[in-house]
């Protein structure tokens, strides 16, 4: 009943109407509290220079999320290929502070894929997964939810919590990307767009080369799928 209960408040907050300000800081608080876990953090080094030593090279950090696989696919976390081009071998840092070590699973070339599954070595009791939307669900204009991770620790040193952030569903990219969607959000690779019911919409892959303010969203029909070359 709790869960039918909070559906319903972000149901009404799809609909762009006066009924969307029902939707309370407790209604969001347990929106998070439910699907906060399958956002993770996913850390990598940049393949170093022949002369440089790769424990020299400062890590970084992108967002990837926890993928549950079709049928006995099993558990995968999904994160920006162009973040990782180049690696076989990252971390994923999950909700609790949890690090394990990772393996990238590129397709056959590892050409111009939006994301890519990596296998973590462990994936802790209570972590939820996330599975996608049906393409009939992805609507220019659909109200959707990213949850944010802050980086940083808070006072007792254990990770930030996190944040909703209301967006939706932007128009179409130009040709030849026109198979993916838009969202006017910055900052934001490997965060996925999350409807009323928790399923991926799309996710964020990268931004814009010509407008910073807006990302490139590829739904799961194209999300690891890589384009056709042209015919010679």
């Not at 659909?142 to 996190?162: F, H, Q």
């Not at 990307?177 to 892959?205: K, Q």
């Amino acid at each position: 009943m709790e869960l039918l209960t909070l559906l319903f408040k972000l149901a009404l907050l799809a609909t762009p109407s006066v009924d969307a300000l029902l939707l309370d800081m407790e209604t969001r608080d347990a929106f998070e509290g439910r699907w906060s876990s399958a956002i993770v953090t996913v850390v990598y080094r940049p393949p170093a220079s022949p002369l440089e030593d790769p424990s020299m090279t400062p890590p970084l950090e992108v967002t990837g999320f926890v993928l549950a696989g079709p049928g006995d696919a099993g558990i995968s976390v999904a994160a920006p290929a162009r973040r990782l081009e180049g690696l076989t071998k990252v971390q994923v840092r999950y909700a609790s502070g949890e690090t394990v070590s990772a393996t990238v699973r590129w397709p056959g070339d590892e050409r111009d894929v939006p994301l890519v599954y990596i296998t973590p070595a462990d994936v802790p009791e209570g972590v939820r997964s996330l599975r996608w939307a049906e393409e009939e669900r992805i609507v220019v204009g659909r109200r959707a939810w990213v949850i944010e991770r802050p980086k940083g620790r808070g006072p007792t040193g254990r990770p930030m919590d996190p944040v909703l952030v209301d967006t939706s569903i932007g128009p179409p990219v130009e040709a030849p990307l026109e198979r993916f969607y838009s969202a006017r959000l910055r900052e934001a690779d490997g965060s996925p767009l999350l409807d009323v019911d928790g399923r991926i919409l799309c996710a964020l892959f990268r931004s814009s080369p010509v407008n910073a303010e807006v990302a490139y969203c590829a739904s799961g029909k194209w999300a690891f799928e890589q384009p056709e070359r042209p015919s010679e």
